[in-house]
Each structure stands twice: as structure tokens, then as C-alpha cells.
């Protein structure tokens, strides 16, 4: 067990619509990743927010937005959804600012499914 | 274009053979990781490296860190069914930069 809890784990929804994504770091963990995990692209780093900011921002549409509460947890949105959406959405913690040396503890994971 | 690439893709070996996969890169990195993920669950970090030439094991795992710090190697000796999982290499190419992952090496090893 990470520490790092994901819901919902599982999510089916229709193209078009939205969807949230919710974690909640390991206790203490100040920054939080997301992560997106397809067979053809590999676990992709969309964004990073660390004690309630934005620090980094990888590969995220526009469609996507994520934001982290006071209490550190996250919440990923994902809006008008396409079937390419469909993957593996982790979200990861870590004590430090930056993930480099520190380690990434991850979640188990939300599976999307767009049809 | 990935930052990362990662060889094998797939690797099916019989318990007790030895092997190596690789991580590579054109870029120079600060550190690197190996993450180990299993099916229905996160990657789990197995090592960091971040000197160049740098060597670590653990246990029946090698890991090697490039001398000029662009690739990286781990090499699995005597596989056991339980080494069975994704392999990821991710690197960050400056402190505070959020890291990379590679498409990762699938290993089964069977008994």
C-alpha cells in the first residue's frame, strides 16, 4: 500500500461527457503528479501541483484541468471526452518539490473507458 | 517523440535465465529511477541513480547509470516468475522538473 488513494477506480462514460478524478496524497506528501498510462504512449506526466500550485505542466489538453485543495488532495477534470481518453490515470505524491531524486509514490490507478 | 526509450519491449525468458534492458536517451539526466509495475496496480520504485558510472544492486538486480548520464541498464540474474512486471526507467533532466517515464520493458518469465 502507497499511501496514495485513487477513486473511482474504474469509471465507463460516453464521449462527450466529464468526469473527475479525485486523490489523495500520502500524509505529509506536499506534491502531487498526474499521470496518464496507454498502451500505445506509455505512462505520460500531464501536470504537477505542489501545496496548493501549479509547478509543471506536461502533456495535458486543454479539455483537462486538475487543481489541489487546501487539505492537498487533487482532483483531476476531464471534459468533453473522446475515446482516445480512454487509459489509465495515476496519480503519484511525493515529500519533495521535485521528483528527481525523490521517490514517486503511486495510486493504483482510475481506468477510464470512453464509449 | 519519446524522451525515453526503453529495449525490449517484451521479454519472455524461463526462470533462471539472466537479462538486460535498457533505458536510452539523447539527453543528459540528473537522476534516474526504475519502477516496477504490475498488472492493476502503480509503479513501485525498485532504485535511483545519480552519478554517472554509478552501479547499485539489489539483490538478483543490477542497475547502471551511463558515465555520461543518458542511459541506464538494469540486468535481472537467475529471473524468478515473481520478477514478472512492467520495467520503467523515468529520468528528470533538472532538479525540481517532474519526471519522464519511458514506454517500459514488459518481462514474463515462466517457470
Known amino acids: 500500500d502507497s499511501g496514495v488513494t485513487q477513486t473511482p477506480k474504474h469509471l465507463i462514460t460516453a464521449t462527450g461527457q466529464r468526469v473527475t478524478l479525485r486523490c489523495s496524497p500520502r500524509?505529509?506528501?506536499?506534491?502531487v503528479y498526474w499521470y496518464q498510462q496507454s498502451l500505445d504512449q506509455g505512462l505520460q506526466f500531464l501536470i504537477q501541483y505542489y501545496n496548493g500550485e501549479e509547478r509543471a505542466k506536461g502533456n495535458i489538453l486543454e479539455r483537462f484541468s486538475a487543481q489541489q485543495f487546501p487539505d492537498l488532495h487533487s482532483e483531476l477534470n476531464l471534459s468533453s471526452l473522446e475515446l482516445g481518453d480512454s487509459a489509465l490515470y495515476f496519480c503519484?505524491?511525493?515529500?519533495?518539490?521535485?521528483?528527481?531524486?525523490?521517490?514517486?509514490?503511486f495510486g493504483e490507478g482510475s481506468r477510464l473507458t470512453v464509449l | 517523440t519519446q524522451l525515453l526509450e526503453q529495449s525490449p519491449q517484451f521479454l519472455s525468458i524461463q526462470e533462471g535465465e539472466n537479462l538486460t534492458v535498457y533505458c536510452n536517451s539523447s539527453s543528459v539526466f540528473s537522476s534516474l529511477q526504475w519502477y516496477r509495475q504490475e498488472p492493476g496496480e502503480g509503479p513501485v520504485l525498485l532504485v535511483t541513480?545519480?552519478?554517472?558510472?554509478e552501479v547499485k544492486k539489489l539483490k538478483r538486480l543490477t542497475f547502471q547509470f551511463g558515465d555520461a548520464r543518458k542511459d541506464s541498464s538494469l540486468h535481472i540474474t537467475a529471473a524468478q516468475p515473481g520478477d514478472t512486471g512492467l520495467y520503467l526507467c523515468?529520468?528528470?533532466?533538472?532538479?525540481?522538473?517532474?519526471?519522464?517515464f519511458g514506454k517500459g520493458t514488459s518481462l514474463l518469465v515462466t517457470p
Open positions: 500524509s505529509g506528501d506536499l506534491s
Open positions: 503519484a505524491s511525493s515529500a519533495l518539490l521535485g521528483s528527481n531524486t525523490g521517490e514517486l509514490f
Open positions: 541513480v545519480v552519478t554517472g558510472g
Open positions: 523515468a529520468g528528470a533532466r533538472n532538479s525540481g522538473y517532474a519526471l519522464n
